[in-house]
C-alpha cells in the first residue's frame, strides 16, 4: 500500500519546490534561531502518540456509553423488549459504517463516532443477553480483553512480536478462512440446518474456532500498532490519529466478542 504521506499535496509540494537561494542571516538572527523551542507535532500539524491516545480513548468512551446504556435499559428501566431491536440495528449499523470509514480516502470523525456508538449497542445487547445466560461473563470478557491488549502492547514495544509480510500474509487467508466459516455457520443457523445458541460453533469445536479468533484479533491489534508506529515516524497529518482510532476500536471489539463467545460456550459445555 502507498505511504499516503507520499501522496499528500503537501509533499508534493515541497518535493517539486527546487532550490532555493541561500539567504543572508546575521549572527544575532542565527543565535535566536538556535534559542527556539523545537517545534512539537502539534506546532507542525502532524499526528503524535498522544493524537492517537486521545482519539482511541474517546471512541472507546462511546463504545462503553453505547452498551452500559443499552444495558441500563434493559435492566434498570424495564425495557427488555428494545434490546432486541437495538442489537441488531447496532450490528447492521456497525457493519455499514465498519465498510464506509475503511474505504474513505479522509478520516470522519463524526462516521468513526457513529461507528462505535452502532458497536456499543451491539456489544451491548449481546453482552446482556449471554451474562443473562452465564452470570458475570461479559465483566470476565472485559477483564480478558484487557489483559491480552496490555500484553500484545508490552510484546510489540519490546520488539518481540512485529508485523511481518509473511504474518501478515498467513492472518489475511486464515482471516478469509474464518469469515467463510462465520458466514456459513450463520446461514446454517438462520435456516434452522442447526440448531443452538451458537450452531456450528457449540461445543469444543467451537471452542478451538474461538481461539484462533482470538489470536488473529490478537496479531491484528499487531498491525495496528505497526500501522500507527509507521504514522507518526513518517510524520502523517494528525487526521490520521482518527484512522488509527477506527482500527484499534475495531481491534479491540472485534477481541472482545471472540472471548466473550468462547467464554460463553465453554460454561455451555460445562453445564451439559
Known sequence: MANPVFNSDNFKQQASGGVQTPQTISASELEEMYARPSAT??????????????????????VVVGALGLWFAG????????????????????????LVNAFKKQPSPLLITLFSLAEGL??????????????????QAVLATLCVFLVMLALFSSGKVRATARGMQIFMLASLGYAVFALVNFVLMITGVTEGMFGL?????????????????????????????????????????????FGL????????????????????????
Not at 434498570?76 to 459504517?97: D, E, F, K, N, Q
Not at 449481546?126 to 452470570?135: E, G, H, K, N
Not at 481491534?251 to 459445555?269: A, H, Q
Open 41 to 62: 507535532p502539534q506546532d507542525t500539524g502532524r499526528v503524535s502518540y498522544n493524537d492517537v491516545i486521545l482519539r482511541t480513548a474517546s471512541q472507546l468512551a462511546v
Open 75 to 98: 435492566t434498570m428501566l424495564g425495557l427488555g423488549g428494545i434490546v432486541g431491536p437495538a442489537t441488531l440495528v447496532g450490528a447492521i449499523g456497525a457493519i455499514v459504517l465498519s
Open 122 to 139: 451491539f456489544l451491548g445487547g449481546i453482552s446482556l443477553t449471554l451474562d443473562a445466560m452465564y452470570p458475570g461473563v461479559a465483566s
Open 201 to 245: 460453533r457449540s461445543g469444543w469445536l467451537g471452542v478451538i474456532v474461538g481461539v484462533i479468533a482470538i489470536v488473529l484479533a490478537a496479531y491484528s491489534l499487531v498491525m495496528s500498532f505497526s500501522m500507527i508506529q509507521q504514522g507518526v515516524r513518517n510524520g502523517a497529518p494528525r487526521s490520521f490519529a482518527w484512522t488509527a482510532a
Open 249 to 272: 476500536v475495531t481491534d479491540l471489539t472485534w477481541l472482545y466478542l471472540e472471548i466473550l463467545r468462547v467464554l460463553s460456550i465453554l460454561r455451555e459445555v460445562a453445564d451439559a
